[in-house]
């Protein structure tokens, strides 16, 4: 159920994410764009205005930023994401679908 690392820090596992939520901060397709020094417009990079409900291994449940999720699952973020339809989505378009074509080798 508990993880601990080297320096003795506790880690609970995630059991499955059960649910996913968008707040006002999230950026819109629209406002997702800026300029980049030559000129050209870039996504921004950005995991702002996401949540998800993580069921952990313990029977708990807590909602959980978006960046915190990415960094410590990011495959099994990505294949949520990619289930629910909200992969074009801002957040995700960066990254997602290049995490899923790599995952053999984070792995």
């Given at each position: 159920l508990l993880q601990v690392n080297e320096?003795?820090?506790?880690?609970?596992?995630?059991e499955e994410i059960v649910?996913?939520?968008?707040?006002n901060a999230a950026l819109m397709r629209e406002n997702c764009?800026?300029?980049?020094k030559n000129g050209q417009q870039r996504m921004r990079r950005t995991?702002?205005?996401w949540m998800f409900l993580?069921?952990?291994?313990d029977g708990s449940s807590n909602w959980i930023p978006l960046k915190d999720l990415k960094d410590s699952n990011p495959i099994a973020t990505a294949k949520y994401v990619v289930a629910h339809k909200i992969v074009e989505d801002p957040?995700?378009?960066?990254?997602?679908k290049e995490i899923?074509?790599?995952?053999?080798?984070?792995?």
């Open positions: 320096e003795g820090r506790k880690h609970l596992l995630v649910g996913h939520r968008k707040t764009w800026k300029p980049s995991t702002k205005g993580v069921q952990w291994k957040a995700f378009a960066w990254w997602a899923l074509k790599k995952r053999r080798r984070i792995l």
